[in-house]
Protein backbone atom coordinates (compact mmCIF):
# COMPACT_ATOMS: atom_id res chain seq x y z
CA UNK A 1 0.00 0.00 0.00
CA UNK A 2 1.36 3.85 -0.88
CA UNK A 3 1.16 6.21 1.79
CA UNK A 4 0.68 9.76 0.71
CA UNK A 5 1.06 12.96 2.98
CA UNK A 6 -2.40 14.87 3.48
CA UNK A 7 -0.39 18.15 3.75
CA UNK A 8 0.80 21.62 2.10
CA UNK A 9 3.00 22.12 5.04
CA UNK A 10 6.62 21.52 3.69
CA UNK A 11 8.25 21.45 7.23
CA UNK A 12 6.33 18.43 7.39
CA UNK A 13 6.39 16.97 4.29
CA UNK A 14 10.29 17.33 4.70
CA UNK A 15 10.12 15.64 8.19
CA UNK A 16 8.19 12.58 6.79
CA UNK A 17 10.24 12.16 3.40
CA UNK A 18 13.13 11.23 5.51
CA UNK A 19 11.36 8.10 6.96
CA UNK A 20 11.53 7.26 3.55
CA UNK A 21 8.14 5.58 3.98
CA UNK A 22 6.49 8.68 1.80
CA UNK A 23 5.16 7.59 -1.80
CA UNK A 24 3.51 10.73 -2.59
CA UNK A 25 1.45 14.06 -1.35
CA UNK A 26 -1.86 15.21 -1.76
CA UNK A 27 -3.10 18.85 -1.52
CA UNK A 28 -6.55 20.91 -1.58
CA UNK A 29 -6.94 24.31 -1.46
CA UNK A 30 -7.78 24.32 2.41
CA UNK A 31 -4.89 23.07 3.13
CA UNK A 32 -2.84 25.37 0.93
CA UNK A 33 -4.80 27.92 2.92
CA UNK A 34 -3.75 26.17 6.24
CA UNK A 35 -0.46 26.39 4.98
CA UNK A 36 -0.44 30.31 4.54
CA UNK A 37 1.80 29.67 1.60
CA UNK A 38 1.36 32.85 -1.05
CA UNK A 39 2.62 31.59 -4.18
CA UNK A 40 0.76 27.98 -4.91
CA UNK A 41 2.57 27.24 -8.54
CA UNK A 42 6.29 27.71 -6.41
CA UNK A 43 4.45 25.49 -3.02
CA UNK A 44 3.88 22.91 -5.58
CA UNK A 45 7.28 23.28 -7.31
CA UNK A 46 9.28 22.67 -4.01
CA UNK A 47 7.01 19.61 -2.83
CA UNK A 48 7.81 18.14 -6.09
CA UNK A 49 11.94 18.31 -5.35
CA UNK A 50 11.02 17.02 -2.12
CA UNK A 51 9.34 13.81 -3.03
CA UNK A 52 9.90 11.66 -6.43
CA UNK A 53 5.81 10.20 -6.14
CA UNK A 54 3.14 12.09 -7.20
CA UNK A 55 2.05 15.48 -6.00
CA UNK A 56 -1.64 16.19 -6.34
CA UNK A 57 -2.19 20.08 -6.67
CA UNK A 58 -5.93 21.16 -7.25
CA UNK A 59 -7.60 23.69 -9.69
CA UNK A 60 -9.34 26.48 -8.23
CA UNK A 61 -11.82 26.87 -11.14
CA UNK A 62 -15.38 24.69 -11.47
CA UNK A 63 -15.89 25.06 -15.53
CA UNK A 64 -14.20 23.01 -17.79
CA UNK A 65 -12.38 25.53 -20.10
CA UNK A 66 -10.85 27.27 -17.20
CA UNK A 67 -10.12 23.57 -14.80
CA UNK A 68 -8.56 22.86 -18.14
CA UNK A 69 -5.83 25.94 -18.37
CA UNK A 70 -5.38 25.53 -15.01
CA UNK A 71 -4.60 21.48 -15.04
CA UNK A 72 -2.23 22.60 -18.34
CA UNK A 73 -0.89 24.97 -16.40
CA UNK A 74 -0.21 22.58 -13.01
CA UNK A 75 0.84 19.96 -14.81
CA UNK A 76 3.96 22.09 -16.53
CA UNK A 77 5.22 22.38 -13.01
CA UNK A 78 7.04 19.13 -12.73
CA UNK A 79 6.62 15.44 -14.09
CA UNK A 80 5.49 14.49 -10.63
CA UNK A 81 2.89 16.70 -10.68
CA UNK A 82 -1.23 14.96 -10.41
CA UNK A 83 -3.97 17.37 -11.19
CA UNK A 84 -6.78 16.73 -8.86
CA UNK A 85 -10.08 17.65 -10.24
CA UNK A 86 -13.56 17.35 -8.53
CA UNK A 87 -16.07 14.66 -9.23
CA UNK A 88 -18.19 17.02 -11.49
CA UNK A 89 -19.50 16.52 -14.87
CA UNK A 90 -17.15 19.47 -15.91
CA UNK A 91 -14.12 17.68 -14.01
CA UNK A 92 -14.48 14.55 -15.28
CA UNK A 93 -14.40 16.04 -18.83
CA UNK A 94 -11.10 17.63 -18.00
CA UNK A 95 -9.80 14.31 -16.46
CA UNK A 96 -10.76 12.84 -19.55
CA UNK A 97 -8.71 15.28 -21.86
CA UNK A 98 -5.90 15.74 -19.49
CA UNK A 99 -5.38 11.83 -18.86
CA UNK A 100 -5.60 11.43 -23.06
CA UNK A 101 -2.64 14.11 -22.82
CA UNK A 102 -0.60 11.05 -20.76
CA UNK A 103 -0.95 13.38 -17.24
CA UNK A 104 -1.83 12.07 -13.94
CA UNK A 105 -5.30 13.03 -12.67
CA UNK A 106 -6.46 12.68 -9.20
CA UNK A 107 -10.45 12.95 -8.66
CA UNK A 108 -11.29 14.06 -5.46
CA UNK A 109 -14.69 14.29 -3.19
CA UNK A 110 -15.97 11.34 -4.54
CA UNK A 111 -18.67 10.32 -2.45
CA UNK A 112 -20.43 7.35 -4.13
CA UNK A 113 -19.35 4.02 -6.11
CA UNK A 114 -21.21 5.30 -9.26
CA UNK A 115 -18.77 8.37 -9.56
CA UNK A 116 -15.99 6.20 -9.10
CA UNK A 117 -17.13 3.93 -12.29
CA UNK A 118 -17.42 7.34 -14.08
CA UNK A 119 -14.02 8.29 -12.93
CA UNK A 120 -12.13 5.26 -13.75
CA UNK A 121 -14.06 5.24 -17.09
CA UNK A 122 -12.77 8.67 -17.66
CA UNK A 123 -9.00 7.61 -16.95
CA UNK A 124 -8.35 9.07 -13.45
CA UNK A 125 -4.93 7.92 -12.01
CA UNK A 126 -6.74 8.17 -8.85
CA UNK A 127 -9.87 8.27 -7.44
CA UNK A 128 -10.26 9.81 -4.31
CA UNK A 129 -13.42 8.86 -1.71
CA UNK A 130 -13.55 10.65 1.54
CA UNK A 131 -14.16 8.47 4.44
CA UNK A 132 -14.35 10.50 7.47
CA UNK A 133 -16.70 13.10 5.62
CA UNK A 134 -18.76 10.09 4.83
CA UNK A 135 -18.73 8.85 9.20
CA UNK A 136 -19.29 12.72 10.18
CA UNK A 137 -22.97 12.45 8.06
CA UNK A 138 -23.13 8.93 10.12
CA UNK A 139 -22.80 7.41 6.51
CA UNK A 140 -20.30 4.34 6.42
CA UNK A 141 -17.17 5.53 4.83
CA UNK A 142 -15.08 2.51 5.01
CA UNK A 143 -18.03 0.61 2.72
CA UNK A 144 -17.65 3.11 0.20
CA UNK A 145 -14.12 2.07 -0.57
CA UNK A 146 -15.22 -1.79 0.08
CA UNK A 147 -17.45 -1.34 -2.65
CA UNK A 148 -15.01 0.54 -5.52
CA UNK A 149 -12.52 -1.91 -4.64
CA UNK A 150 -14.45 -4.42 -5.44
CA UNK A 151 -16.07 -3.01 -8.24
CA UNK A 152 -12.46 -2.16 -9.70
CA UNK A 153 -11.42 -5.75 -9.60
CA UNK A 154 -13.73 -7.08 -11.59
CA UNK A 155 -12.28 -4.94 -14.63
CA UNK A 156 -8.73 -5.99 -15.10
CA UNK A 157 -8.87 -3.08 -17.86
CA UNK A 158 -9.21 -0.02 -14.83
CA UNK A 159 -5.85 1.31 -14.10
CA UNK A 160 -7.44 3.72 -11.78
CA UNK A 161 -5.77 3.39 -7.97
CA UNK A 162 -8.00 3.85 -5.38
CA UNK A 163 -6.57 6.28 -3.04
CA UNK A 164 -8.08 6.56 0.87
CA UNK A 165 -8.70 10.03 1.27
CA UNK A 166 -9.97 12.39 4.50
CA UNK A 167 -8.45 9.45 6.95
CA UNK A 168 -9.16 10.42 10.56
CA UNK A 169 -7.48 7.74 12.22
CA UNK A 170 -5.26 4.96 12.42
CA UNK A 171 -8.42 2.15 11.52
CA UNK A 172 -9.15 4.19 8.82
CA UNK A 173 -6.05 3.06 7.55
CA UNK A 174 -5.98 -0.41 8.43
CA UNK A 175 -9.19 -0.84 7.25
CA UNK A 176 -8.50 0.10 3.65
CA UNK A 177 -5.42 -1.77 3.56
CA UNK A 178 -7.12 -4.90 4.48
CA UNK A 179 -9.80 -4.10 1.53
CA UNK A 180 -6.55 -3.79 -0.57
CA UNK A 181 -6.65 -0.46 -1.40
CA UNK A 182 -3.57 0.99 -3.49
CA UNK A 183 -3.16 4.09 -1.46
CA UNK A 184 -4.04 6.19 1.14
CA UNK A 185 -3.56 9.96 2.10
CA UNK A 186 -3.35 10.13 5.48
CA UNK A 187 -2.46 14.02 7.48
CA UNK A 188 1.10 13.95 9.21
CA UNK A 189 -0.75 13.36 12.89
CA UNK A 190 -2.16 9.58 12.00
CA UNK A 191 0.94 8.86 10.27
CA UNK A 192 2.76 9.50 13.60
CA UNK A 193 -0.21 7.54 15.92
CA UNK A 194 0.40 4.66 13.25
CA UNK A 195 4.18 3.86 15.21
CA UNK A 196 2.47 4.57 18.43
CA UNK A 197 1.64 1.31 20.73
CA UNK A 198 1.74 1.35 24.64
CA UNK A 199 3.31 -2.41 25.10
CA UNK A 200 6.25 -1.12 22.60
CA UNK A 201 7.31 1.92 24.72
CA UNK A 202 6.44 -0.51 27.85
CA UNK A 203 8.73 -3.06 26.76
CA UNK A 204 11.67 -1.07 25.25
CA UNK A 205 11.64 0.58 28.87
CA UNK A 206 12.12 -2.63 30.00
CA UNK A 207 15.03 -3.55 27.56
CA UNK A 208 16.64 -0.16 28.15
CA UNK A 209 16.80 -1.02 31.73
CA UNK A 210 18.22 -4.15 31.55
CA UNK A 211 20.82 -3.88 29.31
CA UNK A 212 21.93 -1.19 31.78
CA UNK A 213 22.43 -4.00 34.12
CA UNK A 214 24.61 -5.85 32.06
CA UNK A 215 27.15 -2.91 31.73
CA UNK A 216 28.40 -3.79 28.57
CA UNK A 217 28.10 -0.92 25.18
CA UNK A 218 27.84 -2.70 21.41
CA UNK A 219 29.73 -0.02 20.14
CA UNK A 220 32.45 -0.24 22.31
CA UNK A 221 33.19 -4.05 22.10
CA UNK A 222 36.08 -5.78 20.86
O1 LIG B 1 -7.40 15.82 0.66
C1 LIG B 1 -8.72 15.54 0.82
C2 LIG B 1 -9.12 14.93 2.15
O2 LIG B 1 -8.13 14.07 2.62
C3 LIG B 1 -9.65 15.88 3.14
O3 LIG B 1 -9.81 15.34 4.43
O4 LIG B 1 -10.26 15.60 6.85
O5 LIG B 1 -10.72 17.52 5.30
O6 LIG B 1 -12.16 15.51 5.28
P1 LIG B 1 -10.79 16.02 5.51
Not at 114 to 127: E, R
Amino acid sequence: MKFFVDTADIAEIKDLASTGLLDGVTTNPSLVAKSGAKNFISLIESICEIVDGPVSAEVAATDYATMLKEGQRLAKIANNVAVKVPLTEDGLKVCKALSDDGTMVNVTLCFSPAQAILAAKAGATFISPFVGRLDDISMDGMQLISDIVQIYEQYPAITTEVLVASIRHPIHLVESAKMGAHVATIPPKVIRQLYQHPLTDKGLAAFVEDWAKTGQSILDAA
